[in-house]
């Protein structure tokens, strides 16, 4: 019998989408009937932000924001949906410099995995 763990049972489905700041595009995204089961990481670039700050989405998610939302004075850029089925044990978000990188880091058996979701305006 094997000491390593078989992790053939372990993935991560990530969908990465620039939303041009449309509001249609950002509902017709997040409510599809397959997206929130079928997507555990939704990497949104230009989402749809009100005149508070927030973007939208459905229950489904947890929101991350880049870490500098609130100390720049331009809109994020980068918003990171967390699906709710995944632990919130399993990951974190690491604080990064910018409002347009969202950095979320997750552990478990596998070791860690850093996911860098980034606004690049050139």
């Known amino acids: 019998m094997s000491s390593?763990?078989?992790n053939s049972a372990i993935r991560l489905r990530i969908w990465?989408?620039?939303?041009?700041?449309?509001?249609?595009a950002q509902h017709?995204?997040?409510?599809?009937p397959s997206v929130a089961r079928n997507w555990d990481i939704v990497a949104i670039q230009e989402p749809t932000?009100?005149?508070k700050g927030n973007t939208r989405a459905t229950p489904?998610?947890?929101?991350?924001?880049?870490?500098?939302?609130?100390t720049h004075s331009k809109r994020s850029r980068a918003v990171t949906l967390v699906n709710k089925?995944?632990?919130?044990?399993?990951?974190r978000q690491l604080p990064f410099p910018s409002a347009d990188i969202v950095?979320?880091?997750?552990?478990g058996v596998f070791g860690?995995?850093?996911i860098f979701n980034i606004y690049n305006d050139g």
């Not at 017709?28 to 599809?32: A, F, I």
């Not at 089925?85 to 990951?91: D, E, G, I, K, P």
């Open 4 to 6: 390593t763990p078989d």
């Open 16 to 24: 990465q989408q620039n939303l041009n700041t449309s509001p249609d």
């Open 28 to 32: 017709c995204v997040l409510s599809g």
């Open 49 to 51: 932000i009100d005149n």
């Open 60 to 70: 489904d998610w947890h929101v991350v924001y880049p870490t500098q939302r609130f």
């Open 85 to 91: 089925r995944l632990n919130t044990n399993s990951w």
């Open 103 to 107: 950095v979320i880091q997750f552990s």
């Open 112 to 114: 860690s995995l850093t």
